[in-house]
């Protein structure tokens, strides 16, 4: 098995899954982003984005898809929940929101604050996309509200998506508009073992810092 990260993106939540799981896998780091700064990477893979995972014949390259993969390939109930779970159906939600509700927003955040060139940021752009992944919480702070995890009362691979998520928004400065459960579940995943093993992995060679955002 081969994985291809850089510092702080997505690709960080497969390298604290398989930190979880405790597979044998062989890492890439990369400069972000890599398809400007590592052309051979695009012979790997066309798309030039990372994650990039490949178990032997397959090859996957959605982040979220790849904590199914290998919750699911590698038999790790400890954390995934059986189709048969009443609550298998929040599970396969929260999983795929942490990318589609949150983590859009924050990627025209990240672009239009900090990876376009000056005269091409757009100020009014990073404000609205800021607001509007906080309002994209609502139903997270919600739940937190009686829940320590997400399903099942378990730490799962849905929440080391939800986790990344909420980490990105640390990074851009908006933790601190984050509701108090939910600024505690966001400590308490960074608090786990796995992902203090992980999370710095690839900061030695990152060319970039994500900074934080102002919308006042």
């Keep these: 098995m081969e994985l291809w990260h850089c510092y702080n993106t997505r690709s960080l939540r ?20 890599p398809r400007f700064l590592d052309k051979a990477y695009l012979e790997i893979n066309p798309l030039g984005t990372v994650p990039f995972l490949k178990d032997g ?27 048969s779970h009443p609550e298998y159906g929040n599970y396969l939600n929260w999983l795929f929101s942490s990318d589609a509700t949150l983590t859009f927003p924050q990627t025209l955040v990240l672009r239009y604050s900090q990876f376009e060139s000056a005269e091409r940021q757009q100020p009014q ?20 509200e009686n829940h320590n995890y997400l399903v099942d009362n378990k730490f799962t691979i849905a929440d080391i998506s939800v986790g990344y998520a909420l980490y990105l928004g640390e990074l851009l400065g908006l933790a601190k508009q984050y509701q108090p459960q939910t600024f505690a579940y966001l400590q308490r995943l960074k608090n786990r073992a796995s992902f203090m093993a992980i999370k710095d992995i690839g900061k030695e060679i990152s060319n970039y810092t994500i900074k934080p955002v102002d919308i006042t």
């Design 125 to 144: 752009v990073v404000k609205d996309y800021a607001i509007w992944y906080l309002a994209r919480l609502k139903r997270l702070n919600s739940h937190l």
């Design 14 to 33: 497969v390298l604290w899954a398989l930190e979880e799981i405790q597979l044998q896998y062989n890492l890439h780091t990369l400069s972000f982003p």
């Design 57 to 83: 014949d397959t090859t996957l390259t959605e982040s979220s898809a790849m904590l199914l993969y290998l919750a699911e390939r590698y038999r790790q109930t400890d954390l995934s929940i059986p189709t």
